[in-house]
């Protein structure tokens, strides 16, 4: 399974984005999908996941209220909206995809917010 993130970027505090990954090499609807992300100097951390079927979101409480977690199944990607950027928000944003015993990561888009 490979994983290709995209959409990160440059913005200002309050901005929005919308982060994409694709998954190929593997039936989409079989993984549960999550976003993590990685700030300079601190360990990854859990942002969202998704269910396989897309029945359940779980968010962290960093970011509940302002980024929305989606999966177009047609489409094999994963969409991570967010809203309301803070400075805090600034990370590496890395896709992860769960089968069973079969962990994938992405390669992380980069995001940085200025205040």
């Known amino acids: 399974v490979q994983l290709q993130a995209s959409g990160g970027g440059l913005v200002q505090a309050g901005d929005s984005l919308r982060l994409s990954c694709v998954l190929s090499?593997?039936?989409?609807?079989?993984?549960?999908m999550a976003w993590f992300r990685q700030a300079p100097g601190k360990e990854r951390e859990f942002v969202v996941v998704n269910t396989r079927n897309g029945d359940s979101t779980s968010y962290a409480d960093s970011v509940k209220g302002r980024f929305t977690m989606s999966r177009e199944d047609a489409k094999n990607t994963v969409y991570l909206q967010m809203n309301s950027l803070k400075p805090e928000d600034t990370a590496v944003y890395y896709c992860?995809?769960?089968?069973?015993?079969?962990?994938?990561w992405g390669q992380g888009t980069q995001l940085t917010v200025s205040s």
């Open positions: 992860n995809a769960n089968f069973y015993l079969q962990n994938s």
């Open positions: 090499g593997g039936t989409f609807s079989r993984y549960v």
